[in-house]
């Protein structure tokens, strides 16, 4: 496996997914660019230089036998537990890949970077820190949040707390509670700024984004980066516009 840095530690990404989305169900299987979601995020994941495999944590659900399906025929793991308990479902997802290292990515992030994944990495170890990410002050698009943490944190975590909203939100407990875990966020470069864009996948708006940016990308396959999506829509505000007013559910709306 890679072994980052000769660190002697597993990381593997986990993806949230689940066919039962209430705003816009089967999301994690549309069709971006030709390519079902799920499928172009374990793809552009597999560019990564420091991930040493991919687990897709989806549920119980009979409906959710396709995404079980999906991973297999790509080459990840996966991993059923919970709809609700969300946190449960990926510390299982991360102890059956035996992972050392978590990488959360949700299935609602179809253009997820492997350049910011790697780059999470680097600073989680460079920082020697508990969670880093570039999510707790947004500097990037909504779709290309990446959280990095062990997964004997995320365990403890698990037996701390059983709030609904922690259970749902998976890291939530960790960076709120800054006085017992080490947390570091890093930001977005002038030229991959925009915390105001949504490259999401939440609503029939966010399709229509996201089908307009990969068909305008499609000539540089899976190797487009944040960057290249920022630039795109501020190269084009109407597309921009059409899931502008999209609102993003807070953490206490679960």
Not at 1 to 11: A, D, G, R, S, V
Not at 26 to 40: D, Q, R, T
Not at 65 to 70: E, K, Q, T
């Amino acid at each position: 496996m890679p072994m980052y840095k000769n660190q002697n530690k597993k990381i593997v990404a986990i993806i949230e997914a689940r066919m039962t989305s209430t705003r816009l169900p089967g999301k994690v299987l549309l069709p971006i660019g030709g390519v079902p979601a799920l499928e172009l995020i374990i793809r552009r994941l597999k560019r990564s230089r420091y991930l040493d495999a991919i687990c897709v944590a989806t549920t119980v659900n009979p409906a959710d036998d396709a995404l079980m399906a999906a991973a297999e025929k790509l080459g990840a793991t996966a991993f059923r537990g919970s709809e609700s308990d969300v946190l449960g479902r990926v510390l299982g997802a991360a102890k059956s890949a035996h992972a050392d290292i978590i990488v959360e990515i949700t299935g609602d992030c179809p253009f997820a970077d492997p350049g910011l994944v790697d780059r999470s990495i680097e600073e989680f170890f460079a920082r020697e820190v508990d969670y880093a990410s570039n999510t707790i002050t947004a500097t990037y698009p909504n779709g290309f949040d990446v959280q990095v943490f062990p997964t004997a944190v995320l365990a403890e975590v698990a037996g701390l707390t059983g709030d609904p909203i922690d259970r749902t939100h998976v890291s939530y407990y960790i960076y709120t509670h800054p006085e017992n875990y080490r947390c570091y966020n890093w930001e977005a470069d002038a030229e991959s700024f925009g915390p105001e864009l949504r490259v999401t996948l939440d609503e029939d708006a966010d399709y229509q984004v996201l089908e307009r940016v990969a068909q305008a990308l499609k000539p540089l396959g899976d190797t487009f980066s944040a960057r290249d999506v920022v630039q795109f829509l501020r190269e084009h505000p109407d597309i921009a516009a059409i899931n502008a007013e999209v609102r993003q559910k807070e953490a206490h709306e679960l």
